[in-house]
């Protein structure tokens, strides 16, 4: 009987990539960006423990497309977040990879020249130096994790890091989290369901043992010690919004029932602004509303923003494209974050600094 193929019949091909160690070796951390990423970890993990009474807020693009374009915004967020210090810490939102409920672009990891092309080696390298440039500014960084071998590449420069709606249900997702160095936070579920959140705080927060890439690149088993610092990030769904007050206290229930940490962040993107950009800084206000009639559990934000407003379809000649426009979910634009933030600044300066923990 003839020999028939059982494996790999639907791999058009293997390519070998450049292994973490390598990629590291030729963008490596330098003592001031590191310097950034763990302040930043630090910050956030203090907040988080209620010793630091600064609400943070990852504020930025909904993906990265252009570099220029977003170490233009990196330099801007970076006045903006010296000139709110004592009261908000920000975090620049560098999300590069962008999980599709069927097709679409993946982001510039996966596809750097936006063509179908897939060079991911080339977007690893484009990705990391981005960082590296943004943690040499001293703004810190956050990003989704989403595929389970890039944080081997780029995970050291990053402070804080999302699990995505569509994956916080994923064993994987919640293993990886597990063995991240800094805090995560897990959106709640497409339909709004909080349950998924729970489940995933409780996973991450204990060791786990998984499949894996060390830092030459080989097949590893990867045993982890478990993650203190997952905290819920509400971001509406199943066409609702979530960050109300009723909500809020039925989250703080959910996660007090759970018995996992009752911090909450906010997204005020999503099913939480209806994908629409204008209703942005109305969430925010909301949110300094109940933490000035003394709410204690909200710890933080998530704002889409971009330099200029909205969004914009992937064009064919890619010259056509709109600087500084998102080319995913439509972004406020910079001086309508500028203004959104400086308010928040002021309204909350006072009521945070003598806010007790929850």
């Not at 060079?119 to 943004?134: F, P, T």
């Not at 293993?175 to 805090?183: F, T």
């Not at 204690?296 to 914009?312: A, D, F, T």
Request: hydrophobic letters at 40%; charged letters at 25%.
């Amino acid at each position: 009987m003839a020999a028939q193929q059982v494996e790999n019949t639907n791999v058009a091909s293997q390519d070998l990539l450049i292994t973490p160690k390598a990629l590291k070796q030729e963008m490596p951390l330098s003592e001031k960006a590191a310097q950034t990423v763990l302040e930043g970890r630090q910050v956030i993990n203090d907040i988080l423990d209620g010793k630091d009474k600064r609400l943070f807020i990852v504020v930025g693009p909904c993906s990265i497309h252009d570099i220029e374009a977003a170490k233009d915004y990196a330099q801007r967020l970076k006045k903006l977040a010296d000139e709110v210090s004592d009261t908000l810490y920000l975090v620049m939102r560098v999300y590069f990879e962008k999980p599709r409920t069927t097709i679409g672009w993946k982001g510039l990891i996966n596809d750097p020249h936006m063509d179908d092309s897939f060079n991911i080696e080339k977007g690893l390298h484009l990705g990391r130096r981005l960082l590296l440039d943004i943690a040499e500014m001293g703004l810190p960084v956050a990003t989704e994790a989403l595929d389970p071998i890039a944080p081997q590449y780029l995970q050291d420069t990053i402070s804080w890091s999302a699990i995505g709606a569509r994956t916080t249900e994923s064993q994987t997702h919640r293993e990886m989290s597990s063995g991240l160095s800094m805090a995560i936070g897990f959106k709640n579920g497409t339909d709004g369901s909080l349950e998924v959140a729970t489940n995933a705080l409780k996973s991450a927060s204990h060791p786990h043992s998984f499949l894996g890439i060390n830092q030459e690149g080989q097949a590893a088993i990867i045993r982890t010690r478990g993650n203190a610092y997952g905290h819920v990030v509400l971001r509406g769904g199943g066409g609702k919004p979530n960050y109300d007050s009723v909500s809020i206290t039925l989250c703080e229930q959910a996660l007090e029932k759970a018995g996992v940490r009752k911090a909450i962040m906010v997204d005020c993107s999503h099913a939480n602004s209806s994908k629409d950009p204008a209703i942005q800084p109305l969430v925010m206000q909301d949110i300094t509303h109940q933490i000035i009639e003394g709410n204690r559990s909200i710890i933080g934000l998530m704002v889409e923003s971009h330099i200029n407003w909205g969004n914009q379809p992937i064009p064919e000649n890619l010259a056509d494209l709109q600087y500084g426009v998102s080319v995913t979910d439509a972004c406020i634009d910079w001086e309508t974050t500028e203004k959104a933030v400086r308010e928040m600044r002021d309204k909350l300066k006072d009521p945070l600094a003598s806010r007790s923990e929850a």
